[in-house]
């Protein structure tokens, strides 16, 4: 058991460096250009939820997303209820990294990686952000590849078989796994990969997994609120906003965990893209249901932690 831990261990600190790489990449292509999208485009709900897909999809993180957003609130720029379609958009566009996952056994991995970091000593930000797209994009495939090949050694141990067998009669305890896990690891996508690795080998139940994967999106929402330690009221409020918005989403859809297991199934056959499929449902879903009643949303949070205007 002590092998299989360090291995995951290890497995865990290849995909977030890889993650790390990544978002290094995008962020010398395009970060300053999302700071401003979200300033022009955050006047109205609709038009900030859309904006915070385009950031979030492009930043690969919707704690990055909201970290910009919070920056931007505490100096004056927005203002609380302005961040709430942003919010919105974050939680939408973060399901393009699941999806990305899914492609980690349909890619060849060295090539990402040789690729990856001849461009990533090329002394100019362009080649530099695209080497690091590639190189993190080779990491993250390799860690996934590496939690796959650790399912069947983990699935023979008692105290594994009884954690299963409990999240499988019970799928609404995955959420608090999922939810701690995520806290603790400080990455959603790794909550979600490491779920997506051991699902397609079998380790977990698909009702498990979704639950896990409900659970990442409470648990992701540790860094925006970090993030906001410190600052003004009016960005604490945008890190409570995100708070509620996932613990809600996740109240109302937590009791349908088997229907949402139902309809992953009729959208694709494989489990990884079952888990993702599912994932874009719920974050979508999750963001519409709030859309029409942005203002009655606003003025619970701003009730709640007795803020006035």
Same mark, same amino acid.
């Given at each position: 058991?002590?092998? =299989? ?8 600190? &290849? +995909? =977030? ?44 993180? $919707? ?15 927005? !203002? ?19 999806? #990305?996952?899914?492609?980690?056994? %349909?890619? @060849?991995?060295? @090539? ?13 930000? *362009? ?12 990491? &993250? ?7 796959? $090949?650790?399912?069947? @050694? ?8 009884? %954690? ?7 799928? !609404?305890?995955?959420?608090? &796994? ?5 806290? &603790? ?12 690795? +051991? ?7 698909? *009702? ?11 648990? *992701? ?6 993030? $906001? #330690? ?17 613990? #809600?989403?996740?109240?109302? +859809? ?5 229907? #949402? ?30 859309? @029409? +009643? ?16």
């Amino acid at each position: 058991m002590a092998d =299989l831990i360090t291995l995951f261990t290890v497995f865990l600190t &290849i +995909f =977030l460096f890889g993650m790390t790489v990544l978002r290094v990449g995008l962020y010398q292509l395009s970060y300053r250009n999302m700071k401003v999208l979200l300033q022009r485009f955050a006047n109205n709900p609709f038009k900030g939820m859309l904006a915070g897909i385009v950031v979030t999809s492009v930043l690969q993180s $919707s704690s990055a997303t909201m970290v910009i957003a919070i920056g931007l609130v505490a100096v004056g720029v927005l !203002n609380f209820k302005q961040s709430i379609g942003i919010i919105l958009g974050a939680n939408i566009g973060t399901t393009v990294t699941a999806e #990305l996952l899914t492609f980690s056994n %349909s890619i @060849p991995l060295w @090539p990402l990686l040789i690729i990856g970091a001849v461009l990533l000593i090329i002394p100019k930000q *362009t080649w530099f952000g695209a080497g690091g797209i590639v190189f993190g994009l080779g990491c &993250i495939f390799v860690a996934l590849n590496g939690f796959e $090949s650790l399912a069947e @050694p983990l699935k023979q141990f008692p105290i594994i078989q009884d %954690s299963l067998a409990y999240t499988n009669d019970f799928p !609404n305890a995955s959420i608090l &796994i999922g939810t701690a896990m995520t806290a &603790i690891i400080q990455s959603s996508t790794a909550a979600t990969g490491i779920s997506m690795s +051991f699902l397609n080998e079998g380790i977990f139940s698909l *009702t498990s997994a979704i639950g896990i994967m409900l659970g990442a999106n409470i648990g *992701t929402c540790i860094t925006a609120w970090v993030a $906001s #330690l410190g600052s003004n009221y009016e960005a604490r409020l945008v890190a409570m906003a995100h708070i509620w918005l996932n613990v #809600l989403g996740v109240l109302l +859809f937590a009791p349908f965990i088997d229907e #949402l297991a139902a309809l992953s199934q009729w959208l694709s056959n494989d489990p990884a893209q079952q888990l993702a499929h599912i994932s874009v449902v719920f974050n979508v879903l999750s963001s519409l249901i709030v859309l @029409p +009643f942005v203002q009655h949303f606003t003025k619970f949070v701003m009730f709640v932690h007795k803020y006035k205007e």
